[in-house]
């Protein structure tokens, strides 16, 4: 099982959709979870950090399932702009290691 | 504002050349990355460093170096440049709290 798995798309929605993605993990002792944006030919930038609780910010919730070991972002009222490519990061154990990526799932909205 | 600077956006670079890729971050930080991301693979590690003079390979290390002489620069040096190591660079740099901040990219060619 590779260390963290993603359905790599391209998920193709209409402006106005909701589209959820799920990240799976293997390492159970994996510390801190982050959803990344990457645009096409751009570096990957930081769209949120997944915390235990679950967190919202504006229309994207990202959740966290330990048990299950997988990660979700929800996107809600999608637009155009939303169009790109988005990672799945784990960090396995505590600072001075490695992020480990997911290779990303794909995300088109068309008007 | 966050900044991590890669030194080149795009490189084109003889077989068997020595390449040094360098990396400045101006955020303190002790984590610093090279990863290399090609079509259908995602991101991976080639080496990371968790302190000045301190490095550790990753995933992909073969064909390649890193200096870290000091804390806000990280180098990757291709020993002798190969055609499968045209590829896009990226550094990042990492935070306490986990989350990494990226530079723009180096785009590779090696011809």
């Known amino acids: 099982r590779k260390e963290v798995e993603q359905d790599p798309g391209p998920f193709n929605v209409p ?3 909701t589209v959820a993605f799920n990240c799976t993990y293997s390492n ?5 979870f982050f959803w990344y944006r990457q645009d096409c030919r751009k570096e990957p930038k930081l769209l949120m950090s997944v915390y235990s609780s679950g967190n919202e910010d504006g229309r994207f ?3 966290l399932n330990r048990a299950s070991q997988y990660i979700s972002l929800l996107i809600r009222d999608s ?8 990672l799945c990061v784990v960090i396995p154990n505590q600072a001075g290691t490695a992020l480990i990526f997911g290779k990303g799932t794909t995300l088109s909205v068309s008007s | 504002d966050v900044k991590v600077t890669q030194s080149s956006r795009y490189l084109v670079k003889r077989t068997g050349e020595k390449v040094f890729l360098e990396c400045v971050q101006d955020m303190d930080h002790e984590n610093m990355f090279w990863y290399r991301q090609d079509p259908g693979l995602g991101l991976r590690l080639i080496y990371f460093s968790y302190d000045v003079k301190m490095k550790e390979k990753g995933d992909i290390p073969e064909g390649y170096s890193v200096s870290r002489e000091k804390k806000e620069r990280f180098s990757l040096i291709l020993e002798s440049a190969s055609t499968n190591q045209t590829s896009m660079y990226l550094c990042a740099s990492r935070s306490p709290q986990g989350s990494a901040f990226f530079g723009q990219g180096t785009r590779l060619t090696v011809v």
């Open chain 1, 61 to 63: 919730t990202a959740q």
């Open chain 1, 28 to 32: 159970s002792a994996s510390q801190s």
């Open chain 1, 15 to 17: 402006e106005g959709a």
């Open chain 1, 79 to 86: 637009k155009l702009s939303d169009s790109a490519t988005y």
